[in-house]
């Protein structure tokens, strides 16, 4: 449990600095102290072993100290924003208590407690609660409630109990190689459930986690020298952000692991990486429902990534026969851990919840035992007059000949029925012939016929950093009628 390991650390090493949080640092004593006075504060407010809460707090310290007082009670705690208004009302509706700050809305709760500077003062001025009679645990205990958005951007959610949620957190420690000199930068809102297990391994491996206020990727940038920070969680379009956003004479850091997840990195974004930025760069292949499956630190571009101890992964066809090791199919697992089902949606269980296995809706080849190569999503396979294709695929080629910020492509019925490719571009740097000409160059060897090119504002991404399809087409869909076809 994460609150054991903030006190062991407190003991062996008092002044050892566990956050800093806004250029405030929290040394490991301080934290273990204030977690047991909010563990006492929140006992008060009656919600049952096994109960859910959502909070809303912006202020990080606060929110943590939350959700560590009721993993130490066994009742489930959920995050949430406070820019996401009326989007966090289903999660708020299905749990016991909302807590937040008075400037974050509480939507459609059954029981709120609003998060004052009063009640705060109240609460840091109580006893710290006595360890001598520890608290009952299982690893049944509910620790978290998810919702995982998927590319579709539908939310799901789940919970996860504490033993998948300790092995999430052991797994970072060793993806990472974190340690007590470990520095994690805080890219995310733990809303994102892969940033809040990375930053609770950091703690519970001795390190320290770093909060900077991060408008733009300068920032992110500026806190990396700044902070001497070793380790990063980005996605791949974060990654490229911050090597944009490198200044001229920056000066590579002398140990840094770049870990990401939600999509592949292509070959030329590990290689810029690598030699500008990174000593490590990981790539991490997983779900929320079912925990780390497999990850690739190689700098070669073949994909091929191995599939972690204790996890079972199998190829099958339509009819769920697996297929020999090197035919594509679609990819399903078994996790020692992994959820059952989600708490919301039965229909979603039922789709991808089968005989134990979790099917995460991934097309996938296994090249020889625990080697595994994701494609990409089975439900996005993009088919033009017979040639299929990952939309991945396309996007990793264009942004690779193309000088843009961000891309994502999709495929739309034109008047005669016939699928199109229509490709999404942010951040053009570059005049409307030349971006044509890259764009042309970069899909001619994958035969897609025309295409058409939409310019965004940015293109539309969930909070892992993932593309969100859906969106992505009716947001093209409405900048087409004035552009003609290439």
């Given at each position: 449990?994460?609150?054991?390991?903030?006190?062991?650390?407190?003991?062996?090493?008092?002044?050892?600095?566990?956050?800093?949080?806004?250029?405030?640092?929290?040394?490991?004593?301080?934290?273990?102290?204030?977690?047991?006075?909010?563990?006492?504060?929140?006992?008060?407010?009656?919600?049952?072993?096994?109960?859910?809460?959502?909070?809303?707090?912006?202020?990080?310290?606060?929110?943590?100290?939350?959700?560590?007082?009721?993993?130490?009670?066994?009742?489930?705690?959920?995050?949430?924003?406070?820019?996401?208004?009326?989007?966090a009302a289903p999660l708020q509706a299905g749990v016991d208590l909302v807590l937040s700050?008075?400037?974050?809305p509480a939507v459609g709760a059954r029981r709120h407690h609003a998060v004052t500077k009063?009640?705060?003062?109240?609460?840091?001025?109580?006893?710290?609660?006595?360890?001598?009679?520890?608290?009952?645990?299982?690893?049944?205990?509910?620790?978290?409630?998810?919702?995982?958005?998927?590319?579709?951007?539908?939310?799901?959610?789940?919970?996860?109990?504490?033993?998948?949620?300790?092995?999430?957190?052991?797994?970072?420690?060793?993806?990472?190689?974190?340690?007590?000199?470990?520095?994690?930068?805080?890219?995310?809102?733990?809303?994102?459930?892969?940033?809040?297990?990375?930053?609770?391994?950091?703690?519970?491996?001795?390190?320290?986690?770093?909060?900077?206020?991060?408008?733009?990727?300068?920032?992110?940038?500026?806190?990396?020298?700044?902070?001497?920070?070793?380790?990063?969680?980005?996605?791949?379009?974060?990654?490229?952000?911050?090597?944009?956003?490198?200044?001229?004479?920056?000066?590579?850091?002398?140990?840094?692991?770049?870990?990401?997840?939600?999509?592949?990195?292509?070959?030329?974004?590990?290689?810029?990486?690598?030699?500008?930025?990174?000593t490590v760069v990981i790539d991490m292949y997983g779900s929320n429902e079912a925990g780390?499956?497999?990850?690739?630190?190689?700098?070669?571009?073949?994909?091929?990534?191995?599939?972690?101890?204790?996890?079972?992964?199998?190829?099958?066809?339509?009819?769920?026969?697996?297929?020999?090791?090197?035919?594509?199919?679609?990819?399903?697992?078994?996790?020692?851990?992994?959820?059952?089902?989600?708490?919301?949606?039965?229909?979603?269980?039922?789709?991808?919840?089968?005989?134990?296995?979790?099917?995460?809706?991934?097309?996938?080849?296994?090249?020889?035992?625990?080697?595994?190569?994701?494609?990409?999503?089975?439900?996005?396979?993009?088919?033009?007059?017979?040639?299929?294709?990952?939309?991945?695929?396309?996007?990793?080629?264009?942004?690779?000949?193309?000088?843009?910020?961000?891309?994502?492509?999709?495929?739309?019925?034109?008047?005669?029925?016939?699928?199109?490719?229509?490709?999404?571009?942010?951040?053009?740097?570059?005049?409307?012939?030349?971006?044509?000409?890259?764009?042309?160059?970069?899909?001619?060897?994958?035969?897609?016929?025309?295409?058409?090119?939409?310019?965004?504002?940015?293109?539309?991404?969930?909070?892992?950093?993932?593309?969100?399809?859906?969106?992505?087409?009716?947001?093209?869909?409405?900048?087409?009628?004035?552009?003609?076809?290439?």
């Amino acid at each position: 449990m994460t609150p054991d390991y903030i006190e062991f650390h407190g003991i062996e090493r008092p002044d050892a600095v566990a956050l800093v949080d806004r250029g405030r640092a929290i040394t490991f004593a301080a934290f273990s102290r204030d977690v047991r006075k909010l563990t006492r504060a929140v006992r008060g407010l009656a919600v049952p072993r096994g109960g859910a809460v959502a909070v809303g707090c912006d202020d990080l310290y606060t929110h943590w100290l939350l959700l560590l007082a009721f993993e130490r009670l066994g009742v489930a705690a959920a995050t949430f924003n406070s820019s996401e208004g009326e989007a966090a009302a289903p999660l708020q509706a299905g749990v016991d208590l909302v807590l937040s700050e008075p400037n974050v809305p509480a939507v459609g709760a059954r029981r709120h407690h609003a998060v004052t500077k009063e009640w705060l003062a109240h609460a840091f001025a109580l006893d710290a609660e006595d360890e001598a009679h520890p608290l009952p645990r299982s690893p049944d205990d509910p620790v978290r409630i998810l919702r995982t958005f998927g590319t579709t951007g539908s939310r799901k959610q789940i919970a996860h109990p504490r033993s998948l949620h300790d092995a999430w957190i052991t797994r970072w420690i060793v993806l990472a190689g974190l340690t007590h000199r470990s520095r994690l930068l805080l890219t995310m809102t733990f809303t994102v459930n892969g940033m809040y297990a990375c930053a609770s391994a950091c703690l519970r491996a001795g390190g320290t986690v770093v909060s900077v206020d991060i408008r733009e990727s300068r920032d992110m940038v500026r806190a990396i020298s700044d902070h001497g920070i070793t380790a990063l969680v980005l996605a791949p379009i974060q990654i490229k952000h911050v090597l944009d956003a490198l200044p001229d004479g920056f000066v590579r850091p002398p140990s840094l692991t770049i870990c990401c997840f939600g999509a592949a990195v292509s070959e030329t974004l590990r290689g810029r990486a690598l030699a500008l930025l990174a000593t490590v760069v990981i790539d991490m292949y997983g779900s929320n429902e079912a925990g780390f499956i497999s990850s690739m630190r190689a700098s070669r571009d073949d994909g091929i990534s191995a599939v972690w101890p204790g996890v079972c992964v199998e190829i099958v066809d339509k009819q769920d026969a697996p297929v020999p090791f090197g035919d594509m199919g679609r990819i399903r697992v078994k996790t020692p851990d992994m959820v059952q089902g989600y708490l919301d949606d039965p229909a979603a269980t039922e789709r991808m919840f089968k005989d134990g296995w979790f099917y995460p809706g991934d097309l996938a080849i296994l090249h020889g035992p625990r080697r595994l190569q994701v494609i990409g999503r089975g439900d996005d396979l993009l088919n033009f007059g017979g040639y299929k294709f990952p939309p991945e695929i396309l996007e990793r080629a264009i942004l690779k000949n193309a000088p843009l910020g961000d891309v994502g492509v999709c495929s739309i019925r034109n008047a005669e029925g016939i699928e199109e490719l229509v490709v999404g571009i942010s951040e053009v740097r570059c005049d409307d012939r030349e971006l044509l000409e890259r764009l042309t160059t970069a899909l001619t060897p994958f035969r897609v016929g025309h295409f058409h090119a939409v310019k965004l504002v940015s293109i539309p991404r969930n909070a892992n950093g993932k593309l969100q399809r859906d969106l992505l087409k009716s947001t093209v869909a409405r900048g087409m009628p004035s552009r003609p076809k290439t």
